[in-house]
């Protein structure tokens, strides 16, 4: 095989400098009519986002993974690598645990861990072109399916599978299929919740970049079993690569007759178009997108009827996220027993994570359910960068909560999540360090519940509200006794009083890090002071006397004007005049590191 | 109004199809004059306070003219553990404004986003379009210089 | 029928209906807000949650289908408490001093007047006070304290629109308002705008009502739970000690309506089950206790005009017209009460009157309205009639769900709030509506001259294709029309009564009564506009003083002080209730007229008045405009009147919704002109001499003006006229 270059282009790469990167070797390429030497294929996000921009090497059966790149440096690796086979040793990646460098992509440790049947084919696809696809068995299962398998075939294969949605709350998906297999109706719709909104959640995003294919093969699978007409992709308009791609993508596979009418010479007619969101957090609620495409204010309704029965323009409907969808081209090809061999008891298959936050290798993971916590940040991730002190990891989103070190043992699947006070969700896991604040993450997250609920129900609207005015009391030392037991109070309530899944999982990120950091909440409400010195009003800033370099760097830059001092001799900040905006603290160079932070504040 | 014509027409007058024609009119005038959201509500035969409603619902409408650069901090969970509420902060008060709004002279607006997915390179910033991931304190004043 | 069980009870339900419903109909209390009969649920409010079996989560029951076997609780402690907490959160967005307040039982004698207060801090000073869903729910549900932190909105009383206020600070977002307005009324004017905790219920950038279109039907202030909407009339009347069931005589429909009465003075009127207008809701109470009202009969001696008892009127009356007998016209307003009409005619029997005539548009081929009758595919094509200011509850009705949606067309030279919701408008020029009706039927090919597009007729012959067609139209807005007969002609006069006086037949048209130089005396019941000369005697039989020199004022009660019946629309007789006594010395109409007759030696009883030759209002053709009069006049009758007074004129809030006392003016013609908005004008034609104030606008096509007005005086739809600024005071 030919020698390949590929380059990993999906939004983080991009926004990390991939574009150079690909004009620096296509530029090159044509100046030294290289194009018989080796190709360039952009495909999208490779997983380990720590090592963007990033170039694979596919040289001689191996993937030569380089990490961190320069436009200047492609030059290099097409002159050594590509022509000559001696491998840069410096641009191999680094791993910060073992502390050794790896040349080949799949003796990474991060990657050796993971079991990648989803995004696996990302790094070999480029996603402009439906053939790159098919040449790894792409839409054989769309063949498959039509040839050999009726619409109940189909469904019952899906349920043997064990598949459970990967959007949320983990419905049985052949199930879900089944329910609306069965409900009466000419008109049918099949969903695509691509409305990624969990923030710190990306693993939609970098499968719809990197292999869209895979999500419409499962999207038309689907539509065959239930025996819908019409699919519909909701993506959010803030992926705009993911939509360029999908549209393409779209393109090509009605190009090749797996779209619109007779699909390959069958009778099955299927139509998918793409809906874009417009920003809206609880659109990612199925009521809620579905009102939200008949072009409505997506404000979830009142279930029943389930989406099932009545969903989109009142015909049965089935949803299912982007990762859910990905998934079922795969059991289809390699059989129920191949997935439900994967995975534990009642969680079968692998899922993705977003691990971001404060860890080392941050990016995206596959991994099997069943996987423990400190298997995924440790081994996978690669622990806490700056030798900091793990505190806390956040599952789920807004809707989920936060699991302390005491339960990193736990092996991950739906029940063990809710069981730890968390949820799946969509599979965001944000790491969290010493440096976190958890009265403050949990009003982060309450903050953002509020401004995306909908505005019906009160419990919601009213409810987080009141929460979110206590955790701005205590995070600002206005704290006061009874407070922790009253946000449990209310937030047991909110949970129970409210309509959709948004307000019901709410308070979820308050309701866990009570149970686990009780003690943070003490500190802030008893003795005003902050632990993880980030809340504003409880720190304040001081300059070690003993480390001042005398620098002046501080004082130039303070926007207050609060620091004082002789040059060469030492500073002092004046706490009435400070605004606390932490200026000082990442200015001040690193071989002082006079700034310090300290909590209850100086008054 | 033309341009709003276009735009309808290109999504057949379709009234189900009115947040993508908002989205459509928004990418034209970087924005939702009141004008074009009346003549939609005409022709489409939708009440202007249903538009209206649609426009305040979604975060990603704008009813006010932005300025000739946008600034858009994410706030997304793994930006804001690694300190995008401070850069947040640093913006309001070196354009002296709040998120959604757009500076006197029309230079400059400040947005916030919940999540751009680009999680492993935050905290982001998205100056006119570009993503600049691991941003920081020190980079506002940089970018701001580079307005001319 | 399948079976629930609620509370250990089991019940039979039908498929198809909520928890709630069957709990409802079996007397089982569940607390709700944001429910209402008339909406589809909202399931917002999260009070009438239940518990059901099998279920983790409590279920809101407005939603909740019931399904065969299910088992459902109302009544736990966790729904009780989950009650309260929702409540608790409502009121901490709703000044709530008053609710949880220990002295709550005392507070009436500390604090007095404080009821204008401008600002609602408390129930005490909220207008709904003791009328309000809130405090019965509070009651209901047991809350004596609010834990929670208050916070006021600090929203603006929007307070500048005609007819009903609106403090937003006391919304609770139940959302009926919104449901009312974009599901019943088709109006759309409120919906919810922003999200979170930023959530209000409002227009389109926070415009007025009036800016953004609204019809002030006022369906939104009725199933307001709080004081957020309040009627601006009756706000501090107090609430209502009875209502009485009666008929609007302020249009042809007769809603039925509730007077809702305090002592002996009208605080409002509501609809009585069903949608009314704006007339009806708001027109009614203000109308019958107007300030300018005359309760007293009146005799004018010498210059001056007198108070006097009826027995002295009486006898003034019975000597004029015994004195001018034959020589006396009796110009009648349709808007009495039928017993009044017949002793109008029996009164003109017996002084051998020939000169009888009504304030009315008529058409002879009127026929009662059959609703009943309209079924299968249907095509509504409406010419000239904005059926949204002059008969919304009719439109409802035609555009309420039906299997197969109305197609709905309009043909009109004029923009109205209307045009915006039909299906297709069709915009010809001024006069060529016929035109336009003849190129839609053509079977072969036609040359358009209409200005209306070809593209646009085809659209209009393609939504006629295999419909029922029926023309909707008010006789007096259009002339001449004429099509095929499988169209089905529904005229739509605007005033009560009509049928009636079809059935009874008048003497000549309005006109030519004022006209007509041998009347020396003439009895009005209502009024006239405007009088073309000096008569010897005039009496005016009236609620409000006319705008000319009368000699006698026989004060009448208005159709919510008598009994009687009216007919409608549809043929039906409708009852008129009296809801309040007649104020001062007024008195009803047939009592004034029997008491004449009864001076003149005629028995009034059993003696069906004769029938007299129908006769319509002379149409003139339309001519073309010319140098001297380049303006074409665009004449609508005026709905929005009562006995001839213009509503407008009697109260602002018409005026400012409505300005039916103004001539309406393109704007491009304004400017030609250099008229300005509000500047007085003239407009004189060939038989018609007109002052008011211009307003400007650009509903009216260009080089014509618009003008309400009610048949009686000689303003002919499209005549040539010319427009002048009215000459400066000397």
Same mark, same amino acid.
Request: hydrophobic content about 35%; some cysteine; proline content about 5%.
């Given at each position: 095989?030919? +020698? ?123 996603? !402009? ?54 409900? !009466? ?13 969990? +923030? ?37 308009n ?39 969101g417009a920003g809206a957090?609880v659109c990612?609620?199925?009521?809620a997108?579905?009102t939200s495409?008949e072009g409505r204010v997506g404000r ?21 996220? /982007? ?43 596959? /991994? ?42 736990? +092996? ?26 958890? /009265? ?10 509020l401004h995306e609920s909908c505005g019906k129900?009160p419990?919601?609207r009213l409810?987080?509200k ?134 209850? +504040?100086?008054? | 109004m033309k341009r709003v014509e276009n735009v309808l027409r290109?999504h057949?007058y379709q009234r189900s199809h009115i947040i993508q024609i908002l989205q459509d009119i928004q990418v034209e005038f970087n924005y939702l004059p009141k004008e074009a959201l009346e003549y939609v509500s005409q022709r489409l035969k939708i009440p202007l306070s249903k538009i209206y409603s649609i426009a305040t619902f979604y975060a990603g409408f704008s009813l006010n003219p932005r300025g ?29 404004i709040k998120p959604g709004a757009t500076t006197k002279?029309m230079?400059?607006s400040l947005e ?37 | ?32 807000l944001c429910?209402h009969?008339d909406l589809v649920?909202y399931?917002g409010c ?37 009650? &309260? ?5 409502i009121?901490?967005e709703h000044p ?20 204008k207060s401008a600002v609602t801090f408390?129930?005490?000073f909220c207008a709904r006070?003791?009328?309000c ?18 916070s006021y909105r600090n929203l603006e009383i929007e307070k500048f629109d005609p007819f009903f206020e609106r403090d937003y600070n006391l919304c609770v977002l139940c959302g009926r308002c919104v449901r009312m307005c974009q599901e019943v009324r088709g109006a759309g004017i409120l919906d919810f705008q922003h999200r979170g905790p930023e959530t209000l219920v409002g227009t389109a950038y926070n415009l007025s009502h009036l800016e953004a279109g609204c019809q002030f039907c006022g369906a939104c202030v009725d199933v307001c739970p709080t004081g957020a909407l309040r009627d601006r009339y009756s706000k501090w009347?107090?609430?209502?000690? &009875? ?7 302020l249009c ?16 409002s009127s509501t609809p009585?089950?069903?949608q009314i207008c704006v007339r009806g809701r708001f027109g009614i109470a203000p ?95 409406i010419?000239?009639t904005d059926m949204i200011s002059d008969f919304s509850p009719l439109l409802l009705?035609l555009r309420s769900?039906? !299997?197969?949606?109305?197609?709905f067309?309009v043909?009109d030279a004029v923009d109205s709030k209307l045009t915006q919701i039909v299906d297709l408008w069709?915009r ?56 095929? =007969? ?53 009496? /005016? ?45 007024? !008195? ?9 007759? =009864? ?35 665009i004449?609508r009758?005026n709905g929005y ?5 213009r509503l407008a004129t009697l109260m602002k809030g018409f005026e400012r919704l409505r300005g039916d006392n103004c001539v309406w003016l393109n704007n491009r013609t304004a400017k030609?002109?250099?008229i300005k908005d509000g500047a ?12 008011m104030p211009a307003r400007v606008t650009e509903d009216v096509p260009e080089?014509s003006v618009l003008v309400y ?22």
């Amino acid at each position: 095989m030919k +020698p390949a270059l590929i380059i990993s282009a999906g939004t983080c790469g991009l926004a990390r400098g991939a574009e150079a990167l690909i004009k620096a070797a296509k530029d090159y390429q044509r100046k030294r009519r290289l194009h018989r030497e080796f190709e360039i294929k952009i495909t999208g996000c490779h997983g380990l986002c720590e090592a963007e921009p990033n170039i694979l090497v596919h040289f001689n059966g191996k993937f030569i993974f380089y990490q961190k790149l320069k436009p200047e440096n492609v030059k290099d690796i097409i002159e050594k690598t590509i022509l000559k086979g001696t491998i840069i040793k410096e641009f191999l990646w680094f791993d910060s645990e073992t502390r050794k460098r790896y040349v080949d992509i799949d003796e990474i440790p991060f990657y050796q861990k993971q079991k990648r049947i989803l995004l696996g084919h990302n790094v070999l696809i480029e996603p !402009k072109y439906i053939k790159d696809y098919m040449k790894f068995g792409g839409y054989s299962a769309v063949g498959k399916v039509l040839k050999k398998y009726r619409p109940l075939d189909v469904i019952n294969i899906i349920k043997k599978s064990g598949l459970r949605g990967r959007g949320g709350a983990g419905f049985p998906t052949g199930k879900k299929w089944e329910l609306c297999q069965k409900a !009466k109706s000419s008109e049918k719709y099949v969903v695509c919740n691509a409305d990624e909104g969990d +923030p710190g959640a990306y693993m939609d995003r970098s499968l719809l970049e990197g292999n869209s294919h895979s999500v419409i093969e499962g999207i038309i699978i689907g539509a065959y079993a239930i025996g819908a007409q019409e699919g519909i992709i909701y993506v959010r308009n803030e992926y705009p690569l993911a939509i360029r791609n999908l549209g393409i993508a779209l393109k090509q596979a009605h190009n090749k007759g797996f779209l619109g009418k007779n699909i390959l010479k069958s009778k099955f007619n299927f139509e998918i178009t793409v809906v874009r969101g417009a920003g809206a957090f609880v659109c990612g609620e199925e009521t809620a997108l579905l009102t939200s495409i008949e072009g409505r204010v997506g404000r979830p309704k009142p279930r029943p009827p389930y989406p099932t029965e009545s969903g989109l323009w009142g015909k049965p409907t089935n949803i299912n996220n /982007v990762e859910t969808w990905a998934n079922i081209p795969q059991i289809i090809s390699k059989g129920a027993e191949w997935f439900s061999g994967i995975g534990t008891k009642r969680s079968k298959g692998t899922k993705i994570f977003s691990l971001v936050g404060k860890i080392n290798n941050t990016g995206l993971v596959e /991994v099997p359910m069943g996987i423990t916590l400190r298997e995924i940040i440790d081994e996978i991730g690669g622990g806490i960068p700056g030798g900091k002190e793990f505190k806390a990891v956040q599952t789920g989103g807004p809707s989920g909560g936060c699991i302390p070190k005491s339960l990193l043992d736990l +092996p991950i699947d739906y029940e063990s999540l809710t069981k730890a006070g968390s949820m799946m969700g969509s599979g965001g896991m944000i790491v969290m360090d010493e440096d976190t604040c958890m /009265v403050d993450i949990a009003r982060y997250f309450l903050d953002f519940s509020l401004h995306e609920s909908c505005g019906k129900c009160p419990s919601c609207r009213l409810g987080t509200k009141q929460m979110v005015e206590i955790l701005d009391r205590i995070t600002e030392g206005e704290g006061k006794e009874g407070d922790i037991e009253f946000l449990e109070n209310i937030g047991k309530n909110v949970k129970l009083a409210s309509l959709c899944g948004l307000g019901q999982t709410a308070a979820n990120p308050v309701l866990t890090t009570i149970k686990y950091f009780r003690d943070e909440y003490l500190a802030h409400i008893k003795e005003k002071r902050c632990p993880a010195l980030v809340c504003k009003s409880l720190i304040s800033y001081v300059i070690d006397s003993e480390l001042c370099g005398g620098c002046t760097i501080c004082a130039k830059n303070c926007p207050s004007d609060a620091i004082t001092g002789e040059p060469k001799g030492i500073y002092t900040i004046d706490q009435k005049k400070c605004t606390k905006c932490g200026i000082c603290f990442t200015i001040c160079p690193s071989k002082f590191k006079a700034v310090k932070k300290v909590s209850p +504040p100086i008054k | 109004m033309k341009r709003v014509e276009n735009v309808l027409r290109e999504h057949r007058y379709q009234r189900s199809h009115i947040i993508q024609i908002l989205q459509d009119i928004q990418v034209e005038f970087n924005y939702l004059p009141k004008e074009a959201l009346e003549y939609v509500s005409q022709r489409l035969k939708i009440p202007l306070s249903k538009i209206y409603s649609i426009a305040t619902f979604y975060a990603g409408f704008s009813l006010n003219p932005r300025g000739k650069h946008l600034c858009t901090v994410c706030m997304g969970t793994a930006c804001y553990v690694r300190g995008a509420a401070a850069i947040l902060n640093e913006f309001e008060r070196k354009l002296n404004i709040k998120p959604g709004a757009t500076t006197k002279e029309m230079n400059y607006s400040l947005e916030t986003v919940n999540c751009l997915g680009c999680c492993a390179i935050g905290p982001i910033v998205v100056y006119d379009g570009k993503y600049i991931g691991e941003f920081k304190l020190k980079d506002i004043g940089r970018i701001l210089k580079g307005r001319a | 029928m399948i079976k629930i069980t609620i509370n250990k009870k089991e019940i039979l339900a039908k498929r198809g209906e909520t928890v709630l419903e069957v709990a409802q109909r079996q007397g089982i209390y569940i607390p709700t807000l944001c429910y209402h009969k008339d909406l589809v649920p909202y399931g917002g409010c999260r009070l009438c949650i239940v518990e059901v079996k099998g279920w983790s989560v409590p279920v809101a029951s407005c939603t909740l289908p019931v399904q065969d076997g299910m088992v459902v609780k109302t009544d736990t402690p966790r729904l009780k408490k989950l009650r &309260r907490f929702s409540l608790q959160l409502i009121l901490s967005e709703h000044p709530h001093a008053c609710l949880i307040c220990d002295k709550e039982e005392e507070c009436v004698q500390y604090q007095e007047c404080i009821a204008k207060s401008a600002v609602t801090f408390g129930c005490k000073f909220c207008a709904r006070n003791g009328d309000c869903e809130l405090q019965e729910l509070v009651e209901k549900l047991g809350i004596k304290e609010i834990p929670f932190e208050f916070s006021y909105r600090n929203l603006e009383i929007e307070k500048f629109d005609p007819f009903f206020e609106r403090d937003y600070n006391l919304c609770v977002l139940c959302g009926r308002c919104v449901r009312m307005c974009q599901e019943v009324r088709g109006a759309g004017i409120l919906d919810f705008q922003h999200r979170g905790p930023e959530t209000l219920v409002g227009t389109a950038y926070n415009l007025s009502h009036l800016e953004a279109g609204c019809q002030f039907c006022g369906a939104c202030v009725d199933v307001c739970p709080t004081g957020a909407l309040r009627d601006r009339y009756s706000k501090w009347l107090g609430s209502p000690q &009875r209502s009485v069931k009666t008929t609007c005589a302020l249009c042809n429909i007769g809603c039925s309506i509730n007077i809702n009465v305090r002592a002996n003075t009208v605080v409002s009127s509501t609809p009585d089950n069903n949608q009314i207008c704006v007339r009806g809701r708001f027109g009614i109470a203000p109308l019958v206790h107007h300030p300018k009202r005359i309760i007293s009969p009146m005799l004018r001696k010498g210059e001056r005009l007198v108070e006097v008892e009826w027995e002295e009127a009486f006898d003034f009356v019975c000597s004029k017209v015994v004195e001018h007998k034959g020589k006396t016209g009796i110009l009648f307003s349709p808007q009495l009460t039928i017993e009044a009409i017949n002793s109008v005619y029996g009164l003109a029997d017996h002084l051998k009157c020939e000169k009888l005539a009504t304030t009315s548009a008529l058409e002879t081929n009127l026929k009662p309205l059959d609703l009943k009758g309209f079924r299968g595919n249907l095509v509504f094509v409406i010419v000239n009639t904005d059926m949204i200011s002059d008969f919304s509850p009719l439109l409802l009705k035609l555009r309420s769900p039906q !299997k197969i949606k109305p197609v709905f067309i309009v043909i009109d030279a004029v923009d109205s709030k209307l045009t915006q919701i039909v299906d297709l408008w069709l915009r010809p020029e001024l006069g060529k509506e016929v035109d336009v009706l003849k190129l839609l039927f053509a079977q072969k090919k036609m040359k358009n001259t209409t200005a209306v597009s070809t593209r646009d007729i085809k659209l209009g012959k393609d939504l006629l294709k295999k419909k029922n067609i029926y023309l909707l139209y008010n006789p007096y807005n259009i002339e001449n029309i004429t099509v095929p =007969k499988y169209v089905k002609k529904i005229p739509l006069t605007a005033k009560i009564n009509t049928l009636k006086i079809i059935d009874m037949g008048v003497d000549s048209p309005t006109m030519d009564l004022l006209q007509d130089k041998n009347i020396d005396c003439l009895y009005l019941l209502g009024t006239a506009p405007k009088l073309n000369w000096k008569y010897k005697t005039i009496i /005016v039989q009236d609620c409000f003083p006319p705008q000319f020199r009368f000699d006698l004022f026989l004060p009448t009660a208005t159709f919510a002080e008598v009994n009687g019946s009216v007919v409608n629309i549809e043929g039906k007789i409708k009852r008129i209730r009296k809801a309040i006594e007649p104020l001062g010395k007024s !008195k009803s109409d047939d009592w004034i007229i029997a008491q004449i007759s =009864k001076r003149l030696n005629h028995n009034t009883k059993n003696r069906k008045p004769k029938k007299r030759k129908t006769i319509i209002s002379a149409i003139a053709k339309t001519k073309k405009v010319s140098e001297k009069y380049p303006i074409h006049l665009i004449v609508r009758e005026n709905g929005y009147s009562y006995r001839g007074h213009r509503l407008a004129t009697l109260m602002k809030g018409f005026e400012r919704l409505r300005g039916d006392n103004c001539v309406w003016l393109n704007n491009r013609t304004a400017k030609k002109s250099k008229i300005k908005d509000g500047a007085e004008i003239k407009i004189i034609g060939r038989t018609l001499n007109l002052v008011m104030p211009a307003r400007v606008t650009e509903d009216v096509p260009e080089n014509s003006v618009l003008v309400y007005y009610h048949p009686s005086m000689g303003a002919v739809n499209s005549q040539p006229v010319r427009i002048t600024k009215k000459d400066k005071q000397r």
